[in-house]
């Protein structure tokens, strides 16, 4: 499975952005997909998971009302909608796709799209 990260940018901080993440190769709706991010200097960070199905979803306790993860398996896309975006929310975006929920680690990343939130 190939995925490709799309949708970053710089945005003002109350801002807003949707990323997208676009597999190919593989069974798409079979597998777990989740967004981690990565911001300069600091270790990788979860940021929301969606199960396959796309009827279970999970947030980092600081994303929660702010973000949302959605996905369409007859796009073969996973999506991050983001708002009010916040200065620390300015990483490298990844998505992955696994068989396993909320598992550590993932079979699949895609390469990150980055985000900067200007102040």
């Known amino acids: 499975v190939q995925l490709q990260a799309c949708g970053g940018g710089l945005v003002q901080a109350g801002g807003s952005l949707r990323l997208s993440c676009v597999a190919s190769g593989g069974a798409f709706s079979s597998y777990h997909m989740v967004w981690f991010r990565q911001a300069p200097g600091k270790e990788r960070e979860f940021v929301a998971a969606?199960?396959?199905?796309?009827?279970?979803?999970d947030y980092a306790d600081s994303m929660k009302g702010r973000f949302t993860i959605s996905r369409d398996n007859a796009k073969n896309t996973v999506y991050l909608q983001m708002n009010s975006l916040k200065p620390e929310d300015t990483a490298d975006y990844y998505c992955?796709?696994?068989?396993?929920?909320?598992?550590?680690?993932?079979?699949?990343w895609g390469q990150g799209t980055q985000v900067t939130v200007s102040s």
């Open positions: 969606i199960n396959s199905g796309g009827a279970t979803t």
């Open positions: 992955a796709a696994g068989r396993v929920w909320l598992a550590i680690n993932y079979d699949y």
